[in-house]
């Protein structure tokens, strides 16, 4: 059973990774908002927990499997249900019957080792969740949802149903304003609920190498996203203040967090510094691009 389950799991995290690819060619297109580069990293992950798509000739696995790369039919009516199939080691699927018997107890085995892999990651991830909390309940409150730490460099938000913003103790008050405004938005995007499902599912998809570069680049953008949320409702003057005070912010890093001053800091002073309000004939052009990618990249072959 584990056998065929692993099969899956490998089919999907290899679409996952064509789909992670194209996001990282268009993260290079340096016009294209943070926040609609956020969007797209929807795609990698949900392809690694969504087995089946629409069929379609025109998406990119589509194109693929014209190209020779397999696709199962899974149900079909007006619409084709599908499922990619990149590994190509079956000659039926439902259940999997491999073409070699061999196949069987190498993905017996595989599985063995994917299992054990997902429970010594998600481990490691209770854990780092279990000391944030002891971390947490160390802290002093300020106001209302706002907490004073000496454990911590950089403000950042904690946890997901019950938000709490966490400042450094001592922290220069002339800063405050748009470092709140920054948790704030985080808090409104429910970014750590993002973060901590980004973690899951590379827990899952451990053995994929892509899938932590694509961990590690949704992380970056999720904070220029953010930025861009927020800079859309200064002036150039308060977007200066607010570069200052990213630079006057040590990185600091948290799995369960959002911290001010991570994530490429050079990067984000320079988009923070450069940024200009999007139009709308602009915003509805980029909408009209993500809903062609979003065709394009979570479609299957027929």
Same mark, same amino acid.
């Given at each position: 059973?584990?056998?065929?389950?692993?099969?899956?799991?490998?089919?999907?995290?290899?679409?996952?990774?064509?789909?992670?690819?194209?996001?990282?060619?268009?993260?290079?297109?340096?016009?294209?908002?943070?926040?609609?580069?956020?969007?797209?990293?929807?795609?990698?992950?949900?392809?690694?927990?969504?087995?089946?798509?629409?069929?379609?000739?025109?998406?990119?696995?589509?194109?693929?499997?014209?190209?020779?790369?397999? !696709?199962?039919?899974?149900?079909?009516?007006?619409? *084709?249900?599908?499922?990619?199939?990149?590994?190509?080691?079956?000659?039926?699927?439902?259940?999997? *019957?491999?073409?070699?018997?061999?196949?069987?107890?190498?993905?017996? =085995?595989?599985?063995?080792? =994917?299992?054990?892999?997902?429970?010594?990651?998600?481990?490691?991830?209770?854990?780092?969740?279990?000391?944030? +909390?002891?971390?947490?309940?160390? !802290?002093?409150?300020?106001?209302?949802?706002?907490?004073?730490?000496?454990? *911590?460099?950089?403000?950042?938000?904690?946890?997901?149903?019950?938000?709490?913003?966490?400042?450094?103790?001592?922290?220069?008050?002339?800063?405050? !304003?748009?470092?709140?405004?920054?948790?704030?938005?985080?808090?409104?995007?429910?970014?750590?609920?993002?973060?901590?499902?980004?973690?899951? *599912?590379?827990?899952?998809? =451990?053995?994929?190498?892509?899938?932590?570069?694509?961990?590690?680049?949704?992380?970056?953008?999720?904070?220029?996203?953010?930025?861009?949320?927020?800079?859309?409702?200064?002036?150039?003057?308060?977007? +200066?203040?607010?570069?200052?005070?990213?630079?006057?912010?040590?990185?600091?890093?948290?799995?369960?967090?959002?911290?001010?001053?991570?994530?490429?800091?050079?990067?984000?002073?320079?988009?923070?510094?450069?940024?200009?309000?999007?139009?709308?004939?602009?915003? !509805?052009?980029?909408?009209?691009?993500?809903?062609?990618?979003?065709?394009?990249?979570?479609?299957?072959?027929?």
């Amino acid at each position: 059973m584990w056998g065929e389950v692993f099969y899956w799991i490998l089919n999907m995290s290899i679409g996952a990774s064509m789909s992670g690819i194209v996001i990282i060619a268009l993260r290079k297109m340096k016009k294209l908002p943070k926040r609609l580069i956020f969007l797209f990293w929807i795609i990698p992950f949900l392809r690694m927990w969504v087995p089946v798509g629409i069929g379609s000739k025109y998406g990119l696995m589509g194109i693929l499997s014209q190209a020779g790369m397999k !696709t199962v039919v899974v149900y079909e009516s007006r619409e *084709t249900i599908s499922a990619m199939n990149a590994v190509g080691a079956a000659d039926s699927y439902f259940p999997v *019957t491999y073409k070699v018997n061999i196949l069987e107890n190498v993905f017996h =085995w595989a599985a063995v080792v =994917w299992l054990a892999g997902c429970a010594a990651f998600l481990g490691i991830l209770s854990f780092l969740y279990a000391s944030s +909390k002891k971390e947490l309940r160390r !802290t002093i409150r300020r106001q209302d949802n706002i907490r004073l730490s000496d454990a *911590t460099k950089s403000p950042r938000v904690y946890g997901i149903f019950r938000p709490q913003i966490l400042l450094p103790a001592g922290y220069e008050d002339k800063n405050i !304003t748009y470092i709140l405004a920054h948790e704030k938005a985080h808090i409104r995007r429910m970014d750590n609920l993002w973060r901590l499902l980004g973690f899951i *599912t590379v827990c899952v998809h =451990w053995f994929n190498p892509f899938s932590w570069l694509f961990l590690k680049l949704f992380l970056e953008d999720m904070e220029f996203s953010c930025d861009e949320m927020v800079l859309k409702d200064f002036d150039e003057k308060e977007r +200066k203040a607010y570069a200052k005070a990213l630079v006057d912010c040590a990185e600091d890093s948290s799995v369960f967090a959002s911290a001010f001053g991570g994530a490429g800091l050079s990067k984000r002073i320079c988009r923070i510094l450069s940024y200009k309000k999007v139009s709308l004939f602009a915003a !509805t052009c980029f909408a009209l691009l993500g809903v062609v990618i979003a065709y394009m990249l979570l479609t299957n072959g027929m």
